[in-house]
């Protein structure tokens, strides 16, 4: 029972977290290409959401004390009380900025918020780490990726069903309102993580830093062996969903669906789908395994994704739009909670906060980088063509996870002594 509150603060922070990527990326999609937006500029709105793949370069200023007044709240605590004035602020100057009059005032704003977002990630990452036994991680993950599936609901199908009644400008205002849950649920929080000795003495230079936080965690992966195997893995694992997904609304634009037909597949079903997909993660995992569960996933992945040619033959049929997003929340949740196990799995005890960055920053580069030449892909090979090629992207994932399991068939390879 004295865990339960923990875990609950847990839940709400995922939902913190969770809040501002459908805001850079879902639903600025579907306002782009409502506005008429081009394909080509489209499929570049993946690249906005750089930073989260680039977080680990910040990550070690993050880890020491914060400035100023919010020092007294402690490392953690502190840094996540900075970070929230800015972030709700990159929110409501993308809530005033429109994508026909003011399209560089909206990336800005938009890579800005991607930027304290994925600051706030580390952060939010690192307490959870810190905060609880190994005993209770995986329960504290479950609960994180409970609130982050919530948070990415309503501010992807929530926020495109309020635009058909507030407009655009109105729903975004909306979300930088729920944004103030941040603040409030750090002022609340009773748990701050004590300053390891050994960390306080690394606190040093920047280029002490550099070598502490970022190069020693990562020879300490380079190290083991099947590294690069791994890193592979890591690397491929989500890339066919992910840019499957950077052209989805785009599709259903171009096949006739309209928004509130968008929000309503996107809403609690979906939701309902997510939360069974990451509740199925964790029993699949303690019964076969986090290595086999993965390529359940994968598997699982690729028919949500054989459901967008369904729906290409189909035309816009609601039920049938209903029936592939179901399946994509299910199989995104199912692979997002295994995947996240498995990179904390990676992670060394003394580098726990800093490798989980390293990798959680990794996983999403091939996205980030040839995300955005979807919108060209799509307009070169046709709809049918490049959901083809998305799902053939899933394909190496799984042969290298069937690689690692046959390399080490204990489990993860070893890390060094």
Same mark, same amino acid.
């Given at each position: 029972?004295?865990?339960?509150?923990?875990?609950?603060?847990?839940?709400?922070?995922?939902?913190?977290?969770?809040?501002?990527?459908?805001?850079?990326?879902?639903?600025?999609?579907?306002?782009?290409?409502?506005?008429?937006v081009?394909?080509r500029?489209?499929?570049?709105?993946?690249?906005?959401g750089?930073?989260?793949?680039?977080?680990?370069?910040?990550?070690?200023?993050?880890?020491?004390?914060?400035p100023?007044?919010?020092?007294?709240?402690?490392?953690?605590?502190?840094?996540?009380?900075?970070l929230?004035?800015?972030?709700?602020?990159?929110?409501v100057m993308?809530?005033?900025?429109?994508?026909?009059?003011?399209?560089?005032r909206?990336?800005?704003?938009?890579?800005?918020?991607?930027?304290?977002?994925?600051?706030?990630?580390?952060?939010?990452?690192?307490?959870?780490?810190?905060s609880?036994?190994?005993?209770?991680?995986?329960?504290?993950?479950?609960?994180?990726?409970?609130?982050?599936?919530?948070?990415?609901?309503?501010?992807?199908?929530?926020?495109?069903?309020?635009?058909?009644?507030?407009?655009?400008?109105?729903?975004?205002?909306?979300?930088?309102?729920?944004s103030?849950?941040?603040p409030?649920?750090?002022?609340?929080?009773?748990?701050?993580?004590?300053?390891?000795?050994?960390?306080a +003495?690394? *606190?040093?230079?920047? /280029?002490?830093?550099?070598? $502490?936080?970022?190069v #020693?965690?990562l020879?300490? @992966? &380079?190290?083991?062996?099947?590294?690069?195997?791994?890193?592979?893995?890591?690397?491929?694992?989500?890339?066919?969903?992910?840019?499957?997904?950077?052209?989805?609304?785009?599709f259903y634009h171009?096949?006739?669906?309209?928004?509130?037909?968008?929000?309503?597949?996107?809403g609690?079903?979906?939701?309902?789908?997510?939360?069974?997909?990451?509740?199925?993660?964790?029993?699949?995992?303690?019964?076969?395994?986090?290595?086999?569960?993965?390529?359940?996933?994968?598997?699982?992945?690729?028919?949500?994704?054989?459901?967008?040619?369904?729906?290409?033959r189909?035309?816009?049929?609601?039920?049938?739009?209903?029936?592939?997003?179901?399946?994509?929340g299910?199989?995104?949740?199912?692979a997002?909670t +295994?995947? *996240?196990?498995?990179? /904390?799995?990676?992670?060394? $005890?003394?580098?726990? #906060?800093?490798?989980?960055a @390293? &990798?959680?920053?990794?996983?999403?580069?091939?996205?980030?980088?040839?995300g955005?030449?979807?919108?060209?892909?799509?307009?070169?090979?046709?709809?049918?063509?490049f959901?083809?090629?998305?799902?053939?992207?899933?394909?190496?994932?799984?042969l290298i996870?069937?690689?690692?399991?046959?390399?080490?068939?204990?489990?993860?390879?070893p890390?060094?002594?």
């Open positions: 029972m004295t865990h339960m509150r923990p875990l609950a603060t847990m839940g709400v922070l995922g939902f913190v977290s969770g809040l501002p990527l459908y805001l850079t990326f879902f639903t600025l999609q579907q306002w782009m290409t409502e506005s008429g081009s394909l500029a489209v499929g570049f709105t993946a690249s906005i750089l930073p989260y793949l680039l977080k680990f370069l910040w990550a070690p200023l993050l880890d020491r004390l914060p100023g007044p919010v020092r007294r709240f402690g490392r953690r605590r502190g840094w996540l009380l900075l929230q004035a800015p972030l709700s602020a990159a929110v993308m809530a005033s900025s429109d994508p026909d009059h003011s399209p560089h909206l990336v800005i704003a938009a890579v800005a918020l991607a930027f304290f977002s994925a600051s706030q990630d580390v952060v939010i990452d690192a307490w959870r780490i810190e609880f036994s190994a005993r209770l991680q995986a329960a504290a993950l479950g609960c994180y990726v409970w609130g982050y599936r919530i948070a990415m609901q309503v501010s992807g199908a929530g926020a495109i069903w309020l635009a058909g009644r507030l407009g655009w400008h109105g729903a975004y205002a909306a979300m930088a309102l729920l103030l849950l941040g409030l649920t750090v002022l609340t929080l009773q748990v701050e993580p004590a300053l390891p000795a050994a960390v +003495t690394r *606190l040093g230079t920047w /280029s002490e830093q550099l070598r $502490a936080r970022v #020693a965690p020879r300490d @992966l &380079l190290a083991r062996p099947g590294a690069a195997w791994v890193i592979g893995f890591v690397l491929l694992f989500n890339l066919g969903t992910q840019l499957a997904d950077t052209m989805a609304l785009p171009a096949l006739g669906f309209v928004r509130d037909q968008v929000a309503l597949a996107n609690l079903p979906a939701l309902a789908a997510a939360l069974t997909g990451a509740a199925a993660s964790a029993l699949l995992v303690a019964r076969f395994g986090g290595s086999r569960t993965l390529i359940v996933a994968a598997l699982v992945q690729m028919a949500s994704m054989g459901l967008y040619l369904v729906l290409y189909a035309g816009p049929q609601t039920t049938m739009l209903l029936a592939k997003v179901t399946l994509e299910f199989a995104e949740a199912l997002q +295994t995947f *996240l196990t498995y990179l /904390s799995r990676l992670c060394s $005890a003394e580098y726990t #906060a800093t490798q989980y @390293l &990798l959680s920053s990794l996983a999403p580069i091939a996205w980030r980088t040839l955005g030449a979807t919108g060209l892909m799509a307009q070169g090979l046709g709809w049918r063509g959901f083809i090629t998305t799902i053939l992207c899933a394909l190496p994932g799984i996870m069937v690689t690692l399991m046959r390399r080490f068939p204990s489990g993860l390879p890390r060094p002594i």
